[in-house]
Every structure is written in C-alpha cells, then in structure tokens.
C-alpha cells in the first residue's frame, strides 16, 4: 500500500488534481521505474497502469524553479518534490547525515548523490501520482547518473529556467526564509558550483533535446506563459 503524499507536507506540494489523480491511479513505481514498463497494481477497487512522467526542473539559486513549480504541480497536476527541501528535512530529522549534510550546503558545495537520491527514491515510492516535478536535481554530473542507475530511468522533460546572475543574487538575498545558505558569501559559492557542476548536465539534457530552457526574467505569470507552453505540447499532459 503506498503512503500518500500529502502526508509528506509541506516538503512535497500536491494540488488538488494531483490528489484525485493519486485517488486514480495506483502503479507500481519500483518495478516502472526500473524497467520503464508500467505494471498493474490494485489500488482500492481500480486497476491502473501508468508510465511515470519525469521532469527535472534546473537553474541557479533564486532563478524561481520552486515558485515556478508549485504553479506548475497546481496546473498540471504533478507532484512536486524539491531535492533542497528533501535535504533540509533530514537535517531536522536528526538523521545520521544531518551535520554532513547542513555542512555541505552552509559551503553551497552538494550533498553526495547517494544520499539525495534514496531521499527522492523513498518520496517517489511513497506516492500514487506518476508524473513527479524534481526541483534542483540534477545539480551535478554525479547526480544526473546516481539518478540514473538507482532510480533506472531518464527524465521525459528537462527545464532550465535561465536567470542573469545579479538578478539571481538579489532574489536570494530577499527571500527572507531565514536558509543557512541565503547570504552573500555562500551564494558565491553557489553561483561557482553552479557553472561548473551544474551546467554541464543542462548541456547533456540540451544536446539528448530534452531541454526547455525558459527566460527567467519577469513577472511570475509571464515567466509560467513560458512553461505552460513547453507542457501544452506534450501528449502525456493533456
Ligand atoms: N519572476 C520573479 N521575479 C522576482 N522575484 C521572484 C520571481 N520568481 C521568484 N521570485 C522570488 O525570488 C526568490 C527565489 O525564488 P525561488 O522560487 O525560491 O527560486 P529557486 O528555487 O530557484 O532558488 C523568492 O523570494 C521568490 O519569491
Ligand atoms: N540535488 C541537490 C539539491 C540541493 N542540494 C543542496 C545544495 C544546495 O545549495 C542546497 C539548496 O538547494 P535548493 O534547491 O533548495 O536551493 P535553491 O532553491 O536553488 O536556492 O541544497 C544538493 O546538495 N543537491
Ligand atoms: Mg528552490
């Protein structure tokens, strides 16, 4: 029997649809995901099979990937797991790797793959929605094949929303969510880790053509103009 979502709130924002969709649909993630074929699971009284619809969603800090997905998990009914937020969790849980893991984001460098990994793999079991928004994942190479091999699949859709880096450093500098990394000298570190580990997994994704890159700069609703169309177009969404 698979734990809802909502239960992992707030970490993980369902809409609405999202919810009647994981009333709909019960698949069995483990064996879909590790063999890209559906497999039938009762789930109540129904009888569903689902392909898991994957999109990553990427960018630096501040460029609106989590403001932007909760508009997009509300719209197109997908559930939203933030790879950031998974982390922070655990660091409250008193998990064996909560000082590892606040270490490393204090010095804006990533958390080993393993780690988030299994946190996104237990998240992703946990839920009867298919089609899931990773938010801030992959952040690096490791990431992107940790993914890969644990998890067994690739992403149907990659977003990369592309900010200027003074507009990226002003946005975090007002978040005002009281993180340990939002001050000035830890975005440096962030933005430098950003180019040099982050990018070359939105180069991978732009040359496998699974990358929608989305200009980052403007108002929120004009910025989701911009993602609804990537969504509009696919099949699976509608
Ligand atoms: N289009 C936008 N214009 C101005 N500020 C924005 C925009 N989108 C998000 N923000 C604000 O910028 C900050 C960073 O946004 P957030 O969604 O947390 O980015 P990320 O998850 O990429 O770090 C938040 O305070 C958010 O309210
Ligand atoms: N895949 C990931 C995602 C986040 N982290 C760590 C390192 C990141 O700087 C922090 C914060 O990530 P988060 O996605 O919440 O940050 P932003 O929303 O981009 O500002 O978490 C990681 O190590 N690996
Ligand atoms: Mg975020």
Redesign the pocket.
Known sequence: MWKRMASLSPLVSSSKSTLLNQAAYGFNIRKSLSTGISTPVKHGTMLKEKTPFITFVLG???SG??TQCIKIAQTFGFTHL????L?RREILSNSEYGTMILD??KE????PSEV?VKLIKKTIESSDNYKFLI?????SEE?RIAFEHIIGVEPNVVLFFDCPEEEMVKR?LNRNEGRV?DNIDTIKK?LKVFSSLNLPVVNYYSKRGKLHTINAVGTVDEIFEQVRAVFSVCEAMK
């Open positions: 630096g800090p501040g990937k989590g933030s790879a950031g937020d982390l490393t984001i804006g460098r990533i958390v988030t938010d801030g994942f992959p952040r990431n975090v990394d962030r």
